[in-house]
């Protein structure tokens, strides 16, 4: 699949810089589901960006990393997409919590789901 396919992740799809993290922990409004806590606040820029945190909540390397790994592809694959499709620029900061070490991509993925549709209904 290459970048013309509409899933790709280019950096400027990315929340990556700690001080855009840190400000859209402050700013946006936090939406929490089972397993994650979003943060969405209206992008500075004209579409939709993404950032995933993963605390090590007691947890290594290899399995944080799993959660990051998830939560990455469905937002490549579904958050995105559909947050494009919406014309809604917002930027998304998912942070794990302790439970989403537990949680199936099938898990994660319908929840994420549920909360883009919330949050696409919202946009228009």
């Not at 209206?42 to 950032?51: D, E, F, I, K």
């Not at 990455?72 to 794990?96: K, N, V, W």
Request: hydrophobic content about 40%; some cysteine; proline content about 7%.
């Amino acid at each position: 699949m290459g970048e013309n396919d509409g899933f790709g992740f280019p950096r400027a799809a990315r929340i990556t810089a700690p001080d855009e993290i840190r400000e859209v922990f402050r700013r946006g409004k936090r939406r929490r589901t089972r397993h994650l806590d979003a943060f969405v606040s209206p992008s500075p820029v004209a579409h939709p960006r993404l950032g995933v945190v993963v605390p090590k909540h007691k947890h290594g390397s290899v399995e944080r990393n799993l959660v990051k790994r998830r939560l990455r592809e469905i937002g490549r694959t579904l958050l995105l997409p559909a947050l494009r499709g919406a014309g809604a620029p917002l930027d998304l900061m998912l942070r794990a919590r302790p439970e989403a070490y537990r949680a199936s991509f099938a898990e994660l993925r319908d929840e994420l789901r549920a909360l883009v549709e919330e949050l696409c209904s919202g946009a228009r």
